[in-house]
């Protein structure tokens, strides 16, 4: 029973690369959303998916990119790294809102 | 809209202290209402939830009444250990759209 995964854990960016961030999930949840954490922040929400084929923006998208071509992944990709996204990042899913969510382990991300 | 506010840390407590986290919120209709518990390193766990007023959540000896009357959903634990310490994050997700919001969050010292 896997959950959610976030792959990888880890990561270090030069100014101006690319990269992807993975995020899978095995329990046939419908609503899936990045979220990138700060201190003193809280929690951001990024992008937003209802439904595979199905995605829109949340309160700080710019920079991100996300497409939902199955159910179960949800990848997040970064344009042009800066280091202003130097943060941790969270995938969630939900099978519904009185559900709640379950949130990957994370994503440490460092832009140099 | 939608928000949740609540109280401003850093919490630090005595072990077997009484815990009180306050949590209060601006929502439409009739939302449904969460605590999660950020360890370090780690994701955000649930750790209790609750979906109608006067609906009482709980988990490892913490509780939460949610008061529509008070629009509050304060998190309680009567004997803290030093294995509570960790972050608190209280959320609602509303009755219309897939959306949660976030507190900031609350950090818990618990000291032997």
């Known amino acids: 029973n896997a959950g959610v995964t976030q792959t990888p854990k880890f990561q270090v960016l030069k100014t101006g690369q690319s990269m992807t961030l993975q995020c899978a999930q095995d329990m046939n949840h419908e609503y899936m959303s990045w979220y990138r954490q700060d201190p003193g922040m809280g929690l951001r929400l990024i992008h937003y998916s209802v439904g595979a084929g199905i995605t829109d923006q949340g309160e700080v998208p710019n920079g991100y990119n996300v497409s939902r071509s199955t159910t179960e992944d949800f990848p997040l990709r970064l344009l042009s790294a800066a280091p202003s996204q130097t943060s941790v990042y969270f995938c969630?899913?939900?099978?519904?809102?009185?559900?709640?969510?379950?949130f990957g382990s994370g994503t440490r991300l460092t832009v140099v | 809209g939608n928000s949740v506010t609540q109280m401003e840390g850093p919490v630090t407590l005595s072990e077997e202290a009484f815990l009180t986290i306050n949590c209060t919120y601006t929502a439409t209709g009739y939302p449904s209402l969460f605590w999660y518990v950020q360890y370090p390193g780690e994701g955000l766990q649930l750790l209790l939830k609750?979906?109608?007023?006067?609906d009482k959540g709980s988990n490892k000896g913490f509780e939460a009444t949610y008061r529509k009357e008070t629009t509050s959903f304060h998190l309680e634990k009567g004997s803290v250990q030093v294995s509570d310490s960790a972050v608190y994050f209280c959320?609602?997700?509303?009755?219309?759209?897939?959306?949660?919001?976030f507190g900031t969050g609350t950090s818990l010292t618990v000291i032997p």
């Open positions: 969630a899913s939900s099978a519904g809102t009185i559900y709640g969510y379950t």
């Open positions: 959320a609602l997700s509303g009755n219309t759209g897939n959306q949660f919001y």
């Open positions: 609750a979906t109608k007023a006067d």
